[in-house]
Antibody
Framework: QVQVVQSGGGAVQPGRSLRLSCGVSGVTFNKYIIQWVRQAPGKGLEWLAVISPDGTKQHYADSVRGRFTVSRDNSKNTLDLQMNGLRVEDTAVYFC???????WGQGVRVTVSS | DIRMTQSPSSLSASVGDRVTITCRASQDITDFLAWYQQKPGAIPKLLIYAASTLQPGVPSRFSGSGSGTDFTLAISSLQPEDVATYYCQKYNNAPWTFGPGTKVEIK
């Protein structure tokens, strides 16, 4: 049974940093691409980033490139999203997604406000 | 970057109706397309990948078709539990853009 458990999130001021984490069980973690997706309040899904199974390749959406960094530890079946220089428009629920697998992570809320 | 559009943006249909949602890519993405269902207040769920392959456990009333730039998600007989917003996503290369979503309601 696949489980994707997220942690992190919270409320921060603009310009500050947050780190989101994601723990995965029930799949051979090092064989899967992982993506991060967010959903602003009342809005649709926005793709943020993707990381290759071995962690050597990452791609980012223009909206977060240079501010967000995704990494993974295949020895621990974990994934991180380091978010720097947060902006008000980054306020959203953030999801960790094992590509091709359900369920998604439960989502964590990030609120950026002064 | 490739743009993804969906139509309609919302629809209302009766239980038992056949419903179709269209997703269009601005460039050829072959069959690198997934469909997700997000029920109100819930996390999204993968329905279909590779344009037409049903995720295990997804009811057979759902089907996907298309390739290249034009794709369709069909619900053969709409059920009350299908009330949700449906999103397509391309994943041929980055960015893995989502469509804007189609909200499906029961008339």
């Amino acid at each position: 049974q696949v489980q994707v458990v997220q942690s992190g999130g919270g409320a921060v001021q603009p310009g500050r940093s947050l780190r989101l984490s994601c723990g995965v069980s029930g799949v051979t973690f090092n064989k899967y691409i992982i993506q991060w997706v967010r959903q602003a309040p009342g809005k649709g899904l926005e793709w943020l980033a993707v990381i290759s199974p071995d962690g050597t390749k990452q791609h980012y959406a223009d909206s977060v490139r240079g501010r967000f960094t995704v990494s993974r530890d295949n020895s621990k079946n974990t994934l991180d999203l380091q978010m720097n220089g947060l902006r008000v428009e980054d306020t959203a629920v953030y999801f960790c997604v094992v590509v091709g697998v359900d369920p998604w992570g439960q989502g964590v809320r990030v609120t950026v406000s002064s | 970057d490739i743009r993804m559009t969906q139509s309609p943006s919302s629809l209302s249909a009766s239980v038992g109706d056949r419903v179709t949602i269209t997703c269009r890519a601005s460039q050829d993405i072959t069959d690198f397309l997934a469909w997700y269902q997000q029920k109100p207040g819930a996390i999204p769920k993968l329905l279909i990948y590779a344009a037409s392959t049903l995720q295990p456990g997804v009811p057979s009333r759902f089907s996907g078709s298309g390739s290249g730039t034009d794709f369709t998600l069909a619900i053969s007989s709409l059920q009350p539990e299908d009330v949700a917003t449906y999103y397509c996503q391309k994943y041929n290369n980055a960015p893995w853009t989502f469509g804007p979503g189609t909200k499906v309601e029961i008339k």
